[in-house]
């Protein structure tokens, strides 16, 4: 398959690419910052786009056969545009150009009634503190980028993580329709289970939560890499 990669020079999008490269799919790997991306890679082609500008975004989905966003922002105080414009950008150049399989990563907190099991701590400190505090602004926004997809004809998945964290390869995963029961998810299991849907097609239309089962997070890392040395 040929597969455009939005956010591609993020970290759930650089295992995307890598992963989708190690199984003999061709990437269009849509960034804003090229330079960022290793070059000259067999299968790979680089196209440059501001995910939000229609035109840009249109060329780079010309031709392909699906497309996966890892497109992300950070938190902010101020109104948060970037999913549903890029969401817009993305159906619209997928229906302009008759690609109809999309898979965009969105995010457990999207099902109003994901609790994890268990996680006291999460669910009553800091899932209302980060998540729903600090994080409202870009939830609001990923919850319009659900709605722009959900109101197209494509063959579309909302993919939703819980908490990310970095671990070098792809471990033991769960998925499930709607959100998964569960706090983290690696990144590298996040994209195999992207691209094991596409191949398997069990939740089109439909959201799919995906939990690493096999390895957690340590915490005091997880913060100095997602909180502190991200920013
Ligand atoms: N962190 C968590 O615990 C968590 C939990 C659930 C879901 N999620 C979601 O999972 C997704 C992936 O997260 P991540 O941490 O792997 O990635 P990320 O750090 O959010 O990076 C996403 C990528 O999107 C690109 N991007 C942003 N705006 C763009 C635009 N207008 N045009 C083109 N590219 C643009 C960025 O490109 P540049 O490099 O050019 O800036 C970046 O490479 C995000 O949507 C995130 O919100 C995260």
Known sequence: MR??????????GRHLTDQALAAGHDVVAVTRRPGSLPSGRPGLTVAVADATD????ADAVAGTDAVLSALGTRFSKETITTYSASATAITGAMARHGVTRLLAISSSIADPDWRPTGAHFFNHVLDPLVNRRLGRTLHEDMRRMEDVI?????????????????????TDYRTAGTSADGVFTARSDLAASMLRELEERRYVRMAMGVITTAV????????????????
């Open 3 to 12: 597969i455009a990669v939005f956010g591609a020079n993020g970290p759930t």
């Open 150 to 170: 959900r109101r197209t004809d494509l063959d579309w998945t909302l993919v939703r993580p819980s908490g990310l964290f970095e671990h070098p390869g792809v």
């Open 216 to 231: 957690k997070p340590n915490i005091a890392k997880l913060i100095w890499q997602e909180g502190v040395k991200k920013k």
């Open 54 to 57: 229609p035109a840009a975004v």
